[in-house]
């Protein structure tokens, strides 16, 4: 048992490095195979010490074959614009997996005592909870579920009384360990707040729900780790659970919106008209490729600002391209990325450095919003909500006082969209028809591919 604990310490510490080193995209790579080798420590410890029961090796190495041939054939097939709905299933797992073994410990023969019995409904309940609700996300991610808020009259009354309900039969649980309909209760009653917590939340907000159900996951896994009185469990479950709580307070600074807020705001809703800013017709300048690419030879600083859209048309590399023909003009280019830019934390980063782009081009909201008083050119492709000016002046917008990009402040605004829909907040952006905008329709990759081929016949 010493040798097992120290173990279990060696593996907190590559976590804890591996966390450190995913702060960074230069080091990312290496933080995850630190925090792998930590895990693959945890378990292999886990497996080799002494327990009570018989363990079937053969039954684990299968089932680690298993995995190991459903997860790598995902890995390789999802694609980057995909890896928001990946990571939302991953969570789900790993709330529903806790949620397993706890019922497992539940449903054995024997006397179990009220602490580990806690132990068990807390468990239960965040990992079925988190189970439900990465699936909505994933769903709603996906395109299967509504993007929109969906609501409903009573909706947080509902999920207050079925709080109540889940507290009313825990406590029945614990005093009647034998009633298994009481456990059946708990589990039911978990899935649905699961579903009715995650329903109301719109796509503009997935990234903080993403961010919160990664912290709901290690919370159940750490709960499962006082139900199994494992402590490694508990270490990293406690270290995801931390982690992604910390990354949800963070995405939501990146919004200037409470958690509470984000939870039960339904932004995203269809704003009815009331004459205000968000409602009004704007009208557009629209160019060609052609006619943008004459403004971006006579600039000399240019700053891209990437959005969902660039991600959903595989656009990094040709956007790359654009940008190293410029560079060979003696142009300087660089890169403004929102704290909530995609759909997942870090999803821009991570998608710019998979087309090579230098890390040192890749500049975040502070660093980057002084530098479009300046700026020739800023290149908006697919991003809406996070360079809204409203959001500085509308108090009636739902993202009034969210930090924007201050993409307006520069000489020349090109933005590149597929339509005048509105972004996931649900309301027009007023920067479209500001003087100094022009509007380029199409595909990202497409229009970036035809702005270098008319940048070169200049």
Do not use: W
């Not at 806790?98 to 019922?103: D, F, G, I, K, R």
């Not at 090579?356 to 290149?379: G, S, T």
């Amino acid at each position: 048992m010493v040798y097992t604990n120290i173990f279990y310490v060696l593996a907190s510490v590559l976590f804890i490095l591996g966390i450190k080193k995913l702060s960074h995209p230069r080091t990312a790579r290496n933080g995850n195979m630190i925090a792998f080798i930590g895990m693959m420590i945890a378990i292999v410890a886990t497996l080799l010490a002494k327990h009570e029961i018989e363990i079937d090796f053969q039954l684990i190495a299968i089932g680690i074959v298993v995995g190991i041939i459903i997860g790598a054939t995902f890995a390789i097939k999802v694609q980057m614009t995909q890896m928001p709905q990946m990571v939302a299933i991953f969570n789900g797992f790993g709330g529903g997996a806790s949620a397993l073994v706890a019922a497992a410990e539940f449903l054995k023969t024997g006397e179990i005592t009220t602490f580990t019995l806690g132990t068990i409904i807390l468990s239960i309940f965040v990992g079925t909870l988190t189970f439900t609700g990465s699936f909505i996300a994933f769903g709603k991610l996906q395109g299967f579920v509504s993007g929109q808020p969906i609501v409903f009259p009573g909706q947080q009354v509902f999920n207050a009384l079925m709080a109540l309900a889940l507290l009313i039969v825990g406590v029945y649980l614990v005093q009647i360990p034998g009633e298994i309909n009481y456990f059946y209760a708990v589990v039911i009653i978990s899935a649905i707040m699961g579903i009715t917590l995650t329903i109301p939340i719109g796509g503009a907000d997935m990234p903080v729900v993403i961010s919160l159900l990664n912290s709901y996951s290690g919370v159940a896994a750490a709960a499962t780790g006082f139900v199994l009185m494992n402590n490694g469990l508990i270490i990293s479950g406690a270290l995801v659970g931390a982690s992604g709580l910390i990354l949800t307070n963070i995405m939501c600074k990146g919004m200037n919106r409470s958690l509470a807020n984000v939870i039960f705001g339904a932004v995203g809703l269809a704003q009815e008209s009331t004459g205000d800013s968000t409602t009004k017709q704007i009208t557009v300048k629209s160019y060609s490729t052609e006619e943008a690419a004459m403004i971006f030879d006579a600039a000399e600083k240019v700053i891209v600002v990437p959005g969902y859209g660039l991600a959903v048309a595989q656009a990094q590399h040709a956007v790359r391209e654009v940008a190293e023909f410029l560079e060979g003009k003696g142009k300087q280019v660089l890169y403004a990325i929102h704290p909530v830019a995609g759909r997942m934390p870090g999803h821009m980063n991570v998608l710019l450095a998979e087309a090579n782009i230098p890390y040192e081009q890749l500049k975040d909201l502070d660093e980057i919003n002084p530098e479009f008083e300046d700026c020739d050119v800023a290149l908006v492709l697919g991003a809406n909500d996070v360079v809204n000016p409203a959001a500085r002046h509308d108090k009636s917008s739902p993202i009034y006082g969210m930090p924007i990009l201050d993409v307006d402040k520069s000489r020349t605004v090109i933005i590149n969209k597929r339509t005048m829909n509105t972004g996931f907040a649900g309301i027009q952006n007023e920067l479209f028809g500001f003087d100094n905008s022009i509007m380029v329709f199409g595909d990202a990759k497409d229009m970036l591919q035809q702005l270098l081929k008319d940048l070169k016949e200049l």
